[in-house]
């Protein structure tokens, strides 16, 4: 078997870059899998700091972290998230067939790539197998090993040309599309989560997501994506230093520690795994709500 090719995408974040080098070097099929490293350049109006820490990202990742091989391919100017992931991954996929794609805020276990790998043999002829993620949001319910929601998703995961082909970088033709078909409230996960303001707020430039516009192509393809029941990767971008992360406060979840057993299962919809995730984000939408709420209380006591 031929191993997929990894993508990791940085810019100017260097502790992160290096625990996510450092962490993924010690993946198990580390020494047998490529690695390109796409790292952004910096804006025009970048500052010191920020040249200092681009310049020391540059050097990180030259840094030998037990890879097969490494390839970094540097821009001289800023292209963001979107532009360098939606360029990144086409070149790959067009070049391998497969590719698993990482960002530098993303720390995983050492059976991520295993997962992965073994996901994408598994399915690789597939059809309506979109994507395969190694992040699944808290659950309290036991689920299947690994399931299937309907879409795509994007904190460490992996795909093939085949499904990558069908990505649309048009928001507006998305939406349409989702308005067309009266689907919204599914894709919302009974409106539980806004998605669909999400894609709203891309076309309107107030964000420039490319993982809400690969989950809506997945989605209005019938395409299916394939999550474990417990999470090979943890997202610790949330403290500020991220150009769209912002600040949170959230709980830091270890990964799985043993290998996940991927074995062919006829895509469709887990509705367990549906209901749990409703449950979850309704609470985030409550716990927020909370926040806010006690932030005015304050506010009104000063």
């Not at 067939?97 to 530098?104: A, F, L, Y």
């Not at 649309?168 to 303001?197: A, M, R, S, V, W």
Request: overall charge positive; hydrophobic content about 35%.
């Amino acid at each position: 078997m031929l191993y997929a090719p990894i993508i990791l995408f940085v810019y100017n974040r260097p502790e992160h870059t290096k625990t996510t080098l450092t962490l993924l070097g010690k993946n198990f099929l580390a020494k047998e899998s490529d690695l390109f490293i796409f790292a952004d350049g910096p804006k025009e109006n970048a500052t010191a700091e920020q040249l200092t820490k681009i310049k020391r990202v540059g050097e990180i990742v030259r840094n030998d972290y037990g890879f097969k091989s490494v390839t970094v391919v540097e821009s001289k100017k800023n292209k963001g998230l979107a532009a360098s992931v939606i360029a990144g991954v086409t070149d790959i996929v067009n070049k391998f067939g497969k590719c698993i794609v990482v960002e530098d805020d993303l720390e995983t276990s050492p059976y991520f790539l295993t997962y992965m790998n073994d996901a994408l043999e598994v399915y690789k002829d597939t059809e309506n197998v979109a994507c395969i993620h190694g992040y699944v949001e808290p659950h309290k319910k036991l689920l299947p090993e690994t399931f299937f929601l309907k879409g795509a998703d994007c904190w460490g995961w992996a795909t093939w040309k085949r499904a990558w082909d069908k990505f649309n970088p048009n928001g507006q033709e998305l939406l349409d599309e989702l308005h067309n078909h009266h689907c919204e409230k599914h894709f919302n996960f009974d409106n539980t989560y806004n998605y669909i303001k999400m894609l709203e707020d891309q076309i309107a430039g107030k964000n420039s997501s490319w993982a809400i516009r690969w989950l809506a192509s997945a989605y209005l393809n019938d395409m299916y994506c394939l999550y474990p029941n417990e999470t090979l990767v943890v997202n610790t971008g949330f403290d500020g230093s991220g150009t769209h992360c912002g600040t949170a406060k959230i709980n830091i979840r270890k990964t799985v520690n043993h290998k996940v057993n991927v074995v062919w299962q006829k895509p469709e919809e887990c509705k367990e795994a549906w209901n749990e995730y409703k449950k979850h984000f309704r609470k985030m939408k409550t716990s927020f709500v909370i926040r806010c709420l006690r932030k005015i209380k304050r506010m009104i006591i000063k």
